[in-house]
């Protein structure tokens, strides 16, 4: 039985040949240049930077903001600034190689701001380069002109996330919103206002005092600063003096009861005094 194939040598090939994209045709135009692997993963990181502006300009990003209303949860707050892959593992990522941690810091929003923020950032801590977060947060988020914003989703998935569409509205994906900011900042960045585009400015407040403090922004399950109402230096109330109003009143309550007692007692049943 003789089988005869359609294709056979460059028939194949021609007919299956598929045009190389616009990452592997730079690297392979630069390869040469790149002596470790070093500058390679620096030299993708850009790649990467560039097509993705190249893609948030040409695409169609929402020009109206209807769905603000569904958001308004985050407007004007500060996300906490924490490290949420542990902070062992970003302070050894950047004990083995500081040049590139300090690269990430400075370019990819991710992971600055999602995955290790406190060590990118926090100017108390020994174990991180101590980066400028108002700077950062600026030129990678808040300016326009700057800012790398987009919807890793696409913009249609990321509507539908916004407005609570589609399977968004059932009870399990409840949470699962732009309030929920490791994972709406991922995916759906522009869309949930995490960052500025030409037609907005980014929703969200980035101010580093705020993100940084432990007291309100001190667990891996708080997105948000706490809306604690702080009392004025000259009305602070302690833990000493709450304890010590606590027992005062619950004397006030006994001599109260006690007093409510000799008084039946004293009464006659007829409810005259004897």
Known sequence: MNINFPYYNNKFDNKYY???????QLFEENKNNLITTMDRRIFIRLLRLILSTVLVSSSKLPQNLESTSKISSIVDKTPCCLDRITSITCQRLYMTNPRY???ECSNNADFAFIQCCKTCFDHKSSNGPRLNYTNISNELLINTETAICYDKRGEKWCENFVKRNNFWKYYPFKNLNCSNQPYSFRSCRASCGYC????RKALVNYNYKKAMDSKLCGDLNITFLKDIKRFPNNKKKYGSESIMIRKLMNKIKKKNL????SNEIKGSVFGGNL
Request: no cysteine.
């Open 18 to 24: 598929y045009e190389k994209s616009l990452k592997v």
């Open 258 to 261: 006690i007093s409510d007692k």
């Open 101 to 103: 941690f300090i690269y």
């Open 196 to 199: 500025s585009i030409k037609e």
